[in-house]
C-alpha cells in the first residue's frame, strides 16, 4: 500500500499551481490555449511536468491537501498515483477523523463535476486561507449557464492576488484561461431525498450514472454540507 504524504507546502510554489491547474487547463472542458496559463506562472511547459513527476506522482507516496473548515468538517485532494491511473481525488469529511467521501475526481477516468460553483465557494469561505482552498478544488467545479461568469472572474483574481505568486500583470490572462476552460452545459438542480446533483455523464452526483454517488453517500454529502453551515 502507498503511504499518504501531506504537501501543504507545495502551495506556496507557483510550479505546484502551474501544474495542478492542468487538471483545468489540460482538462475534459479545455479551451484556447494551455500554455497561456503555463507562462502567467514565469515558467516553461516542460518545467511544469518535470516538477509534476518530482513532487505529485510518486506511486508510492502520494501527495494530499487537507483543507480543515470552521465547522469542524474538512476537505481534501488527493494525487492517487496508481500504475499507469494518475488521478486527483476530492472528498469531504463530516468531521475530523470520521472516513471521507469521494465526491469526484481529475484525470484520464475523471469524474467531474464533483461541487457547484456556490459549493465551492461557500467551501472556500469556511477555509482558512480561503485562496488556496477555492484554488485547490478549482478542478472540480465547472461553470454553468446559471452561474454569474461575473462574479466568478472577481473572486478568481481575488484568490490569486491573495496568494501573489502570479504577477499582477499575469493575473486576468491567467483567469480567463481558467474561466474559458471550466464552460459547461451540466445543468444542476435540488432534489428533495439527495440534495443538489446534475445531468453530468460521468459525475458521482450525477444519480442517473454509472459513478454515482450510493444512497448513503449522498446523504452523508447532504450531512457535510448541513454541518459546515452549522
Known amino acids: 500500500m502507498p503511504k499518504r504524504t501531506l504537501r501543504m507546502e507545495l502551495t506556496k510554489q507557483p510550479a505546484f499551481w502551474a501544474a495542478h491547474l492542468w487538471n483545468v487547463t489540460r482538462g475534459p472542458l479545455a479551451g484556447g490555449d494551455p500554455e497561456i496559463a503555463d507562462r502567467a506562472f514565469g515558467l516553461a511547459t516542460d518545467a511544469i511536468e518535470a516538477f509534476y513527476l518530482r513532487e505529485l506522482s510518486n506511486e508510492q507516496d502520494w501527495p494530499y491537501f487537507h483543507i480543515p473548515l470552521h465547522s469542524g468538517c474538512a476537505v481534501e485532494v488527493e494525487y492517487t498515483n496508481e500504475p499507469e491511473d494518475h488521478q486527483v ?3 469531504v469529511c463530516q468531521k475530523e477523523g470520521a472516513s471521507t467521501i469521494c465526491v469526484g475526481k481529475s484525470g484520464g477516468h475523471w469524474q467531474l463535476p464533483a461541487f457547484r460553483w456556490a459549493e465551492l465557494l461557500e467551501i472556500s469561505q469556511a477555509a482558512s486561507p480561503s485562496a488556496s482552498a477555492i484554488l485547490l478544488l478549482l478542478p472540480s467545479a465547472w461553470i454553468t449557464r446559471d452561474d454569474n461568469v461575473d462574479e466568478i472572474r472577481q473572486q478568481l483574481i ?4 491573495s496568494l501573489n505568486l502570479v504577477h499582477r500583470s499575469q493575473v486576468i490572462l491567467l483567469v480567463e484561461q481558467l474561466i474559458a476552460s471550466s464552460q459547461s452545459d451540466v445543468r444542476w438542480r435540488c432534489q428533495e431525498s439527495l440534495g ?5 455523464d460521468n459525475s458521482r452526483r450525477n444519480p442517473d450514472s454509472p ?20
Open 89 to 91: 481525488v476530492y472528498r
Open 158 to 161: 481575488a484568490a490569486w492576488e
Open 211 to 230: 459513478a454515482c454517488l450510493n444512497t448513503q453517500e449522498f446523504s452523508a454529502l447532504l450531512a457535510f454540507f448541513n454541518a459546515m453551515r452549522a
Open 196 to 200: 443538489w446533483v446534475n445531468d453530468g
